[in-house]
């Protein structure tokens, strides 16, 4: 543990656990090809930021009280040799470089090894086929040390414009604005309630532990899907929650209803057993839940657009 | 050994009726990757059910998107799995996979021959 490497690697675990506690899920640690204690630390370290930031951010602690916008996180704009002439100024706050530190400096050169590969192959791609605009997950290095993973728009500029032979690319990602909803958005008068401190009043949020319970009720649906699914109420007592917490937590956990989270695993089953085996589509519909196969061959098409048979 | 195939992240091929998949060195692993492993390993099981020995070991990273994938898509025709995990961050992915997969007897192993005894319970 003494050793400088190790020391350096806990900093680095200091660091995102650092920005974790602030509430900012989009950095990761650089992992070396170490398989050690630390390395395994460092693992979950990123696992749990990548899941912080999907999950808290999008899903599971969404506040249905507030407004979520899409804002623009990184913006450069590069040369037609792809050196950065300009960037916004979330590359400051995000990366930590000023501008001036990277004018002139190569695109490839915040980004990391995997990274710095797959733009050169993506800028490559751009450049011969002339696509106007692409997308690619990138991740950029920080002045700071730890590595910012995001999807990312190529827009390459046109002739016809001042800027031409030039490539813009940006980054967005989803914020809390500070105002809440609009009152159209708010269901039965139109108006916000109020609540005994003037704040609007919220729908009663699930506890963590609840939310366990739903988590498992989920994974329980999903080992049984073969199954006719039991009655709500007494699949939520089997779990220790009521049948209204059960309903409330399948929306905030996974955005849908039960009955439509057991469709959407019973298809994504029926989907891998139908496009990858020779199994008939008779016993497949057997072995996902549904009754008739002109059931499975109906929600299969309304969800992706093709019937079962039409990959056989 | 009968045909064996490689993709960018991992060979698989069937033994004794054993599917073999070895995970290849400092991979990361994202959904196309997990995606493709899954189609290669249908590929070999012809669609049965099958005991599956994975060598984990070589896995540097697994994002969740391939651990959402692997938890259901990667879980299905698979009747009991042995994970080779010899070391503290092969050891971290497998606990994360015991919680998020379907109910599919499995089991840690360090070394390949209790490994093999174990699946050997579920031929036929």
Same mark, same amino acid.
């Given at each position: 543990?003494?050793?400088?490497?190790?020391?350096? #690697? =806990?900093? +680095? !675990?200091?660091?995102?656990?650092?920005?974790?506690?602030?509430?900012?899920? /989009? @950095?990761?640690? $650089?992992?070396?090809?170490?398989?050690?204690?630390?390395?395994?630390?460092?693992?979950?370290?990123?696992?749990?930021?990548?899941?912080?930031?999907?999950?808290?951010?999008?899903?599971?602690?969404?506040?249905?009280?507030?407004?979520?916008?899409?804002?623009?996180?990184?913006?450069?704009?590069?040369? #037609? =040799?792809? +050196? !950065?002439?300009?960037?916004?100024?979330?590359?400051?706050?995000?990366?930590? /470089? @000023?501008?001036? $530190?990277?004018?002139?400096?190569?695109?490839?050169?915040?980004?990391?090894?995997?990274?710095?590969?797959?733009?050169?192959?993506?800028?490559?791609?751009?450049?011969?086929?002339?696509?106007?605009?692409?997308?690619?997950?990138?991740?950029?290095?920080?002045?700071?040390?730890?590595?910012?993973?995001?999807?990312?728009?190529? !827009?390459?500029?046109?002739?016809?414009?001042?800027?031409?032979?030039?490539?813009?690319?940006?980054?967005?990602?989803?914020?809390?604005?500070?105002?809440?909803?609009?009152?159209?958005?708010?269901?039965?008068?139109?108006?916000?309630?109020?609540?005994?401190?003037?704040?609007?009043?919220?729908?009663?949020?699930?506890?963590?532990?609840?939310?366990?319970?739903?988590?498992?009720?989920?994974?329980?649906?999903?080992?049984?899907?073969?199954?006719?699914?039991?009655?709500?109420?007494?699949?939520?007592?089997?779990?220790?929650?009521?049948?209204?917490?059960?309903?409330?937590?399948?929306?905030?956990?996974?955005?849908?209803?039960?009955?439509?989270?057991?469709?959407?695993?019973?298809?994504?089953?029926?989907?891998?057993?139908?496009?990858?085996?020779?199994?008939?589509?008779?016993?497949?519909?057997?072995?996902?839940?549904?009754?008739?196969?002109?059931?499975?061959?109906?929600?299969?098409?309304?969800?992706?657009?093709?019937?079962?048979?039409?990959?056989? | 050994?009968?045909?064996?195939?490689?993709?960018?992240?991992?060979?698989?091929?069937?033994?004794?009726?054993?599917?073999?998949?070895?995970?290849?060195?400092?991979?990361?692993?994202?959904?196309?990757?997990?995606?493709?492993?899954?189609?290669?390993?249908?590929?070999?099981?012809?669609?049965?059910?099958?005991?599956?020995?994975?060598?984990?070991?070589?896995?540097?990273?697994?994002?969740?998107?391939?651990?959402?994938?692997?938890?259901?898509?990667?879980?299905?025709?698979?009747?009991?799995?042995?994970?080779?995990?010899?070391?503290?961050?092969?050891?971290?992915?497998?606990?994360?996979?015991?919680?998020?997969?379907?109910?599919?007897?499995?089991?840690?192993?360090?070394?390949?021959?209790?490994?093999?005894?174990?699946?050997?319970?579920?031929?036929?």
């Amino acid at each position: 543990m003494e050793r400088p490497e190790n020391k350096e #690697r =806990l900093k +680095k !675990i200091n660091q995102l656990l650092m920005e974790l506690a602030m509430g900012k899920f /989009f @950095k990761r640690i $650089e992992r070396t090809d170490s398989k050690d204690e630390l390395e395994a630390i460092m693992a979950l370290a990123n696992l749990v930021a990548e899941d912080l930031n999907i999950n808290l951010s999008y899903r599971a602690h969404i506040d249905p009280d507030q407004s979520y916008s899409c804002t623009l996180q990184l913006f450069f704009v590069l040369n #037609r =040799l792809l +050196k !950065i002439e300009k960037t916004g100024s979330g590359v400051q706050k995000y990366l930590h /470089f @000023k501008e001036e $530190e990277l004018l002139m400096t190569s695109f490839e050169s915040i980004l990391d090894p995997n990274s710095q590969k797959q733009w050169a192959k993506a800028a490559k791609e751009i450049a011969r086929t002339s696509r106007p605009e692409s997308t690619l997950w990138l991740t950029f290095r920080t002045n700071t040390g730890l590595l910012l993973p995001a999807f990312c728009s190529v !827009i390459q500029l046109g002739v016809d414009t001042s800027l031409k032979g030039r490539y813009i690319i940006t980054t967005s990602h989803v914020i809390k604005t500070r105002h809440p909803v609009a009152a159209p958005f708010y269901e039965g008068s139109g108006q916000p309630k109020d609540g005994p401190k003037g704040r609007p009043m919220g729908r009663k949020r699930l506890y963590a532990p609840e939310k366990w319970k739903v988590r498992n009720t989920g994974k329980y649906i999903t080992d049984h899907m073969d199954r006719p699914l039991p009655k709500l109420k007494e699949l939520a007592h089997q779990f220790g929650i009521n049948e209204f917490k059960l309903k409330r937590g399948f929306k905030e956990l996974y955005g849908m209803t039960v009955f439509q989270y057991l469709k959407e695993q019973r298809l994504r089953k029926a989907h891998v057993l139908v496009k990858f085996t020779n199994i008939p589509i008779l016993t497949i519909t057997a072995m996902v839940g549904f009754k008739q196969p002109n059931h499975l061959s109906r929600e299969f098409k309304a969800k992706y657009g093709y019937r079962p048979t039409d990959l056989r | 050994m009968e045909k064996c195939i490689e993709n960018d992240v991992s060979y698989l091929w069937m033994e004794n009726d054993i599917l073999y998949i070895h995970y290849k060195d400092n991979v990361d692993i994202f959904y196309e990757g997990a995606r493709k492993v899954l189609e290669d390993r249908l590929l070999l099981q012809v669609g049965k059910a099958c005991p599956v020995f994975c060598d984990i070991r070589g896995i540097k990273h697994i994002d969740s998107g391939a651990r959402r994938f692997n938890a259901l898509e990667g879980s299905l025709l698979i009747k009991a799995l042995a994970l080779i995990c010899d070391t503290p961050l092969a050891r971290t992915f497998s606990n994360l996979y015991l919680y998020d997969k379907l109910k599919v007897p499995t089991d840690l192993f360090t070394e390949e021959t209790p490994a093999l005894e174990f699946l050997k319970r579920y031929i036929k």
